[in-house]
């Protein structure tokens, strides 16, 4: 079993030292010969993008793949969804026991919400850092 999750696609443009790959992302049942008679399954094109390569070596309309490693994937997602739901569980329960209103907790924990991925947006360069793609050579 393969520890890199990796995607072909194609450089959309280069912008300093930053290329823009477009790829599509599928669902595990997109590749099924009866998938386009099928409301299950799903593709999305996304853009990518890989920071810290060489530039000098790609041009725009280049088939590449890129990967990232499992590590890097669970990270992304502790950092999206795990840390915001256990704030959100965590401020609930703090709010309801101190207030015993749901409608007052329920807000608490959504509002808690925006101080986290406001401190996600100020901390970017460094988290692009640890979670990021690479282009195999």
């Known amino acids: 079993m393969s520890n890199k999750i990796s995607h072909p696609g194609v450089i959309d443009r280069i912008e300093g030292d930053c290329v823009k790959v477009r790829i599509i992302q599928t669902s595990a049942c997109a590749a099924c010969k009866v998938a386009s008679h099928c409301n299950a399954s799903?593709?999305?094109e996304k853009l990518v993008d890989v920071f810290g390569c060489d530039t000098a070596?790609?041009?725009?309309?280049?088939?590449?793949?890129?990967?990232?490693?499992?590590?890097?994937?669970?990270?992304?997602?502790?950092?999206?969804?795990?840390?915001?739901?256990?704030?959100?569980?965590?401020?609930?329960?703090?709010?309801?026991?101190?207030?015993?209103?749901?409608?007052?907790?329920?807000?608490?924990?959504?509002?808690?919400?925006?101080?986290?991925?406001?401190?996600?947006?100020?901390?970017?360069?460094?988290i692009r850092q640890q979670v990021s793609f690479r282009i195999e050579e």
């Open 42 to 44: 799903e593709s999305k």
């Open 57 to 126: 070596k790609y041009s725009t309309g280049q088939e590449v793949v890129v990967s990232a490693s499992k590590e890097v994937a669970n990270r992304a997602l502790l950092l999206g969804f795990g840390i915001p739901l256990l704030l959100m569980v965590a401020v609930l329960l703090i709010v309801l026991r101190w207030t015993g209103d749901e409608g007052i907790a329920a807000l608490a924990s959504l509002g808690a919400l925006i101080p986290y991925y406001i401190l996600l947006w100020l901390l970017r360069d460094s």
